[in-house]
């Protein structure tokens, strides 16, 4: 797949990038980091104050509170 076509399909996949060019879109993701999680790895924990954004690129994530599992969120 070619770079233009890896984020025009970003663009169209993530609702908040929907209507925005993929070549923005390449710029907005290049001024972030990509980080690659394991199953089971903790991204970040309920209370904390954050100052990331996160973008599902591939894969799922799973929000709990406590053990109590709230939602699965995936690509997009």
């Known amino acids: 797949m070619e770079a233009t076509d890896k984020y025009r399909a970003i663009a169209r996949q993530v609702e908040l990038f929907r209507g925005i060019d993929p070549e923005d879109v390449q710029k907005i993701l290049h001024k972030g980091m990509t980080m690659r999680a394991q199953r089971g790895q903790v991204i970040f924990h309920k209370g904390t104050t954050g100052n990331h954004m996160y973008v599902i690129l591939g894969g799922s994530v799973a929000l709990y509170d406590g ?10």
């Open 67 to 76: 053990n109590k599992l709230l939602a699965t969120l995936h690509a997009g």
